[in-house]
Each structure stands twice: as C-alpha cells, then as structure tokens.
C-alpha cells in the first residue's frame, strides 16, 4: 500500500524566523530514512516523492537490508540517472545481514547528517509540500519534538 504518511523525529526545534535563518541551517535539515527489503519495484516513486520536495535541504539514506531484488541497487541507479545533484543527495547503505525494519531504520538515523529525520517506508510518497509544511509548524511551535501526517491510500497493491 502506497501512502504519504511518516513520521519525524526532531532532534532541535526551528523558531519563528526559520525562513531569515535559512543560511544558517545545517544542510541537510532533513534526513529521510527509507529501509528497504523487496520493494525495489516502488523505490523510485519514494524517491521521486522526496525529489520534487518545495523545501530542498534533504539528504536521502536508503538502507538495503539485504534485499534479494537489489532494492539499494536499483535506488543507486536511480539516482546517478537522476544526474550529480540529486546522486550526491542519496545514500545507499548496506546491511551486512538481513536485521530487519527497526534495526534497519535504527541504522539509518545513526549515518544521518540532517538536524530532523523523516521515516519513509519504500512503498510510501509524500506530497510536495510536505517537509516545506513540517519546516513552517516548527517555526510557528519551536517546542515541537514529533510531527506526523494523515495518511492517504492512493493505491492499493495486493
């Protein structure tokens, strides 16, 4: 099932005047963690989610838990067909054996570079504005240590 949910973990809070701080924000601001086990065949509609983001500090880390489709591979592929800007925003990172999705995404928030995580399962997409909107609630509620979406099935795969 594809949907455009996640959910962020903030490790600081933005204030009010994110925007006139911009030149200041570590990039990426957002790491988005995708792990990966036989989804090679949706990554790249995940992928292409994050790409057409409004907001663009964001690094992409995809953790292969090795997977027999290749998904980390495929996803590499992807992005050095994408072109050097968005190949030199993906990671693709491979796990020495198959631990799982927690462990997996656990992996993924340590190699993180980004200030916020964003969790996005392979078979998910997010909307264009999405990090753009996460961005503005910070800067209305600094406080803000969690942030999650509704989700919409768009589509259903069985």
């Given at each position: 099932k594809h949907t455009n949910f996640s959910m962020w973990w903030f490790a600081q809070g933005l204030t009010d005047f994110a925007v006139a701080l911009r030149p200041y924000i570590p990039d990426p601001l957002i790491s988005v963690i995708i792990p990966c086990f036989n989804h090679a065949?949706?990554?790249t509609e995940a992928?292409?989610?994050v790409v057409r983001?409004?907001?663009t500090s964001w690094e992409t880390i995809i953790i292969d838990d090795r997977s027999p489709d290749r998904c980390g591979e495929h996803a590499a592929e992807w992005a050095k067909q994408r072109g050097a800007e968005v190949e030199s925003r993906?990671?693709?990172?491979?796990?020495q054996a198959n631990v799982g999705l927690a462990e997996s995404r656990n992996h993924g928030?340590?190699?993180a570079k980004g200030v916020w995580i964003c969790a996005l399962d392979p078979d998910d997409?997010?909307?264009?504005?999405y990090?753009?909107?996460a961005v503005e609630a910070t800067g209305q509620e600094p406080e803000l240590q969690l942030i999650t979406s509704d989700q919409q099935f768009f589509d259903?795969?069985?």
């Amino acid at each position: 099932k594809h949907t455009n949910f996640s959910m962020w973990w903030f490790a600081q809070g933005l204030t009010d005047f994110a925007v006139a701080l911009r030149p200041y924000i570590p990039d990426p601001l957002i790491s988005v963690i995708i792990p990966c086990f036989n989804h090679a065949k949706y990554i790249t509609e995940a992928l292409e989610s994050v790409v057409r983001q409004t907001f663009t500090s964001w690094e992409t880390i995809i953790i292969d838990d090795r997977s027999p489709d290749r998904c980390g591979e495929h996803a590499a592929e992807w992005a050095k067909q994408r072109g050097a800007e968005v190949e030199s925003r993906v990671r693709v990172i491979t796990n020495q054996a198959n631990v799982g999705l927690a462990e997996s995404r656990n992996h993924g928030i340590r190699a993180a570079k980004g200030v916020w995580i964003c969790a996005l399962d392979p078979d998910d997409m997010i909307e264009p504005g999405y990090f753009a909107a996460a961005v503005e609630a910070t800067g209305q509620e600094p406080e803000l240590q969690l942030i999650t979406s509704d989700q919409q099935f768009f589509d259903e795969r069985k």
